[in-house]
Structures are given as C-alpha cells and as structure tokens.
C-alpha cells in the first residue's frame, strides 16, 4: 500500500486508463442504469404506489427475497462443508470435484434450467424418488430453491477456500495442546476466522439469487402469486410494453436489494474487527 | 486463482470416522446437484438416437443462432478485455479520490438482476425509449437486434476481466515497472513488456471466464433479442425455444454444445491454474 502511495503518479497511463474506465462505465453502465430512475420518476406517485403495492408485485418481491435467503443459508453450510472437506482431506478424485465447483459459474442458466427441470420432474431421476414421498419440487417453491443453490454454490465455496489455506497450522496446533478437542477448536477457533469469508460469500449467492433469471423460470412454474420470481414479472411487463410498470418494479426491487447488501456488508465489516474475535 | 495444493490432513486431529462423513456428505451433495445434471443433459441429448442429436445441432435455425453467439463474443470479449485492463491498472496502480466507489460501481452489474440488465436498454433505445427517436431516425436498429444483444452482454460481462486482474496487479507490486522506468522505458514499453507478461495467465484467465458468459447469457440477451428465429437468437435462446416447444432432445441436443463449451471452460481455467503455479514455483 505504502508502496504504491509512494509510486504516486509515476507509473503511466493515469490518464488513459481513467479515462477508458470512466467512458465505459458512463456509457455502457451508468447511463443504461439511470433509464430505470427516469422512467419510474416519469410516473405519477398514484401509479408507482398503485404498481408496488400491487399483491402481484408484493408476492413477487416476498418469493424472491425468501428463495434466495433460504438458497443462501443452504450454501453457507454445504459451501463451507465442501471447501473444508476439499482442503483438508485427501480423496480419489479430489483435484476433479475441485474443478466441478465451478461449474455453475461457466453452464449457462439456460441449460441449468432445463437440466434441473428435467431431473427433479415427476418423471425425472430425482423426481421419480422425490415424487412419490409426496416431496415436489419441479414447478414448485422448491424447486426455485434448489436452482439458487446451483447457481449460488461456487461463491461460498471460492471465498472460504483461500482463507482456509491461508490458516497457520499452528493455531491448530496451539489449540490442540491446551486441550481443546477437534469440535471445540473447529467452533472457537477456526470458525471465527472464516466468519468474515463465509459472510461475504453467502452474500455473494444471495444477491445472484436475488435477480437470477435462466435457472429459475423453467423448474419454477410460474404460477402469477405463487411461484412468480420479480424478474419474471419484470419480463412480463415489458413483453406486455408496459414499461412504466417494469421500471418501478425494477427499481423496487433495485432498492430492497442494495438496501440488505449494504446491511450484510456492514455485517460483514464488523466480524473483521479483531474485537470482536477475541 | 491458484492450483489446489496438496491436501492439508493431519493438521488437525478428527479421527478417521469423521473424515469419512465429512468426505460422503460433501460428495453425495456434490453428486446430486452438480454431478447429476451434468449427466443429464447428455442423456437426454443421445436419448433419441445419434441422428435426432445431428439434426439438431445441423439445423440451420441452431447454426444461424451459433453464428450469432459466436459474432457477440466476437465483439464483446475484446471490448471488454480493453476495459478491464484499464480499470485494473487504474484501480491497482493508483491512489485517487473515489476509487472506492469506483471499485464497487465496476461490480454494480453482478448486483443487477439479467432482466434489469436486457430492460435498461430497451429503455434506452427502444421505440418508447429515450434515445428510440433518434436511432430510429438515422436507422439505427439497436433493440430486438445485433447492437442491442451486444449492449447487454457488454453490461453483464464487464466486471469479469477486471475483477480477475485487480487483485494478481495488486499482489505484484510496482518495483520492476518503477525499475524499467528508470531504466529509461517509456511508458507504453513499460506496460507491454514488464506489466502484460506477469499478468498474462490472469488475462487469459478473465478473457475464458468473460467468453463463456458472453456466450451463455440468457436473461439480458432475452428482453432485448425479440426471439426472431435464425436472426436475433443466440445458442440459450434457441434451447429454450425447442424446449418450450417439447422438442425434448433437440433442446437438449443443443444445450450439450453450451455444456461442452462450459465443460472447456473449466478445462481450460484448470490448465492455466496449473501453468501459473507452475511459473509462480
């Protein structure tokens, strides 16, 4: 950091650099973005309040937030299992289940979408297990759960990891010799130090869960009320050229979800305070 | 972005018992949601026979939407690329005012759901949108065609050659581009011959990651294509058409060519892990 500090403007390209940067982000990113501001502040108050609190809306809002809490929690145990089993123990096969953890990253939704649909349907390979102990969960609540959880899991797993391997062997160790058993020194000693990690990552496949769109809309059913995830009704809005609509849904939906980023990030802030660790 | 390294057992003292639950747990969930699917969406693409899976990857709808996908990365990866070297170096190499909020508006696409992302552009240049006048008076055609498809893939991709950059710039340091500059290296020769080559496993890195996004993008390319068969629809767009169609193996048929593509993806993210450790030890 000092370093850098020190280096100041002697590098080159400050200038070029920050005015690409600048140009692209104006252009291809802010400008775009502010249209969705414009255009619901086009509307009249009546009408925003009228399409917010719409029960479509609302139910809307409520299934996406609850998928992608429950997606998120799901992830932060299952992420922090695997990328702990991953690290620490050896195994046939391991260097390939570590490159498998990123699969979701590089499959596109689409194809996540069908495959999913088609495993979990009745008539599927899971489906036909599942189906018939009454557990549904293609074109179900579920199943839109069990799509986040694909899309969500390398987030966990890819920030937890590098912490992981960055422990000293020794704090282990020291724990170890004062008596604490492999449980106990897990839960107060290791824990706390991936806490900040598991944070950020769980946050991570929150907020992809959040506006997640391919993965989703084939196993979800999207049944109006029930099983209609907001970007979908956003997608419905605009196929029906009700822009006005989808713009105050977005923005909504824009601001519920920067406002509980913010939240965890600060969340996430303080569990880095050494503080708070001891 | 580092290989795996070997594995730490022994560090700590579980026993066998645990370590072996630990393994089943992890695996069997590995299995049913990562593993399963992958078998599944070549299972049902052979399922019919190999001749229903040639015909659907041979039909000249699904070539038009091939070409189609591989002209948008054409486009976008380069773009991109040229961005992302920018704002890493500007963000790794300098101190200046805002570069905080610099650093989290480069992010704001991952927090931008894919149906935001495709809408803010129809927005923008649709035929009610605020620049729809002007485009349509010099004949542009942006939405529901190739301009708008590249917009959106540019918006949703553009945090991923940065972000892969910013951190490897960060961990390396200044002193050999100082050293060089000393030396008397103008900057443009500083840059391409000390700066590119320590962070060339990282470029090629960002520009696969980059690349397959490009490709797979569905949700932003969605709400601005029109879905107009064998002109405006890329490969995710065209499986989901056959599939909404039940053209069962045919979606699938077609899925498997974005599946072998993501598949080389990881591939490839394993070879360049394993050449950058390589290089580093």
Not at chain 1, 201 to 216: I, N
Not at chain 2, 162 to 188: H, V, Y
Request: hydrophobic share 55%; with cysteine.
């Amino acid at each position: 950091m000092a370093a850098r500090r020190g280096a100041g403007r002697v590098l080159p390209g400050f200038s070029l650099s920050m005015g690409v940067t600048l140009t692209y982000l104006g252009l291809i990113i802010l400008i775009p973005l502010a249209t969705v501001f414009l255009k619901a502040a086009s509307l009249s108050w009546a009408d925003v309040w009228k399409t917010l609190t719409d029960p479509r809306t609302l139910a809307a809002y409520r299934l996406s937030l609850w998928t992608a809490v429950i997606a998120a929690l799901f992830n932060a145990v299952f992420g922090l299992l695997v990328a702990w089993v991953l690290e620490r123990y050896a195994f046939p096969g391991r260097r390939f289940v570590d490159g498998l953890i990123d699969l979701p990253f590089a499959l596109p939704t689409a194809v996540a979408g069908i495959v999913l649909t088609t495993f979990y349907a009745p008539t599927g390979w899971a489906g036909r297990v599942l189906d018939p102990l009454g557990i549904k969960v293609a074109y179900t609540e579920t199943g839109i759960v069990i799509a986040l959880i694909f899309v969500g899991l390398p987030f966990v797993v890819r920030t937890v990891q590098p912490i992981l391997r960055g422990l000293e062997p020794q704090i282990e160790g020291a724990a170890a010799s004062l008596g604490a058993g492999p449980f106990q020194t897990f839960v107060r000693v290791i824990f706390p130090e991936l806490l900040p990690a598991l944070l950020t990552g769980t946050t991570l496949a929150f907020a992809r869960g959040l506006g997640e769109y391919g993965s989703v809309i084939f196993i979800a059913g999207n049944m109006p009320l029930k099983t209609e995830i907001t970007p979908l009704l956003i997608m419905i809005q605009l196929e029906q050229y009700n822009y006005g609509g989808a713009a105050t849904i977005a923005l909504g939906f824009l601001v519920i979800s920067f406002s509980l980023l913010v939240l965890v990030n600060a969340l996430a802030a303080r569990t880095n305070r050494p503080a708070v660790r001891a | 972005m580092t290989a795996l390294p070997e594995a730490t057992e022994g560090r700590g003292h579980s026993s066998g018992p645990v370590h072996a639950v630990l393994i089943g747990i992890a695996l069997t969930f590995l299995a049913v949601f990562l593993a399963a699917p992958l078998v599944v969406v070549f299972y049902e693409a052979f399922r019919k026979g190999f001749h229903v899976y040639a015909a659907a990857v041979s039909d000249p709808v699904a070539l038009a939407a091939v070409k189609l996908t591989l002209t948008v990365a054409a486009l976008v990866v380069p773009i991109n690329l040229i961005f992302g070297l920018a704002a890493a170096w500007l963000i790794a190499r300098f101190e200046f005012r805002g570069r905080g909020l610099l650093t989290s508006l480069l992010d704001l696409p991952f927090s931008v759901s894919p149906v935001i992302s495709g809408m803010i552009f129809v927005l923008l240049f649709g035929a009610q949108g605020y620049l729809g006048h002007w485009a349509a008076r010099h004949d542009l055609k942006i939405i529901f065609a190739l301009p708008g498809i590249v917009l959106a893939t540019l918006f949703v991709t553009s945090p991923l050659i940065a972000r892969e950059l910013i951190p490897l710039l960060e961990s390396q340091g200044t002193d050999e581009e100082e050293a060089a500059l000393t030396l008397g290296a103008r900057g443009w020769q500083t840059f391409l011959w000390v700066s590119l080559p320590k962070i060339r496993w990282g470029i090629l890195y960002g520009v696969i990651l980059c690349n397959a996004r490009a490709m797979g993008e569905f949700g932003a390319v969605s709400v601005v294509s029109g879905h107009v068969r064998g002109l405006t629809n890329t490969i995710p767009l065209h499986v989901e058409i056959l599939y909404n169609e039940y053209q069962i193996a045919a979606a699938f048929g077609v899925a498997s060519l974005l599946t072998l593509l993501a598949l080389g993806t990881l591939v490839a993210k394993g070879m360049v892990e394993w050449r950058a450790g390589r290089r580093a030890a």
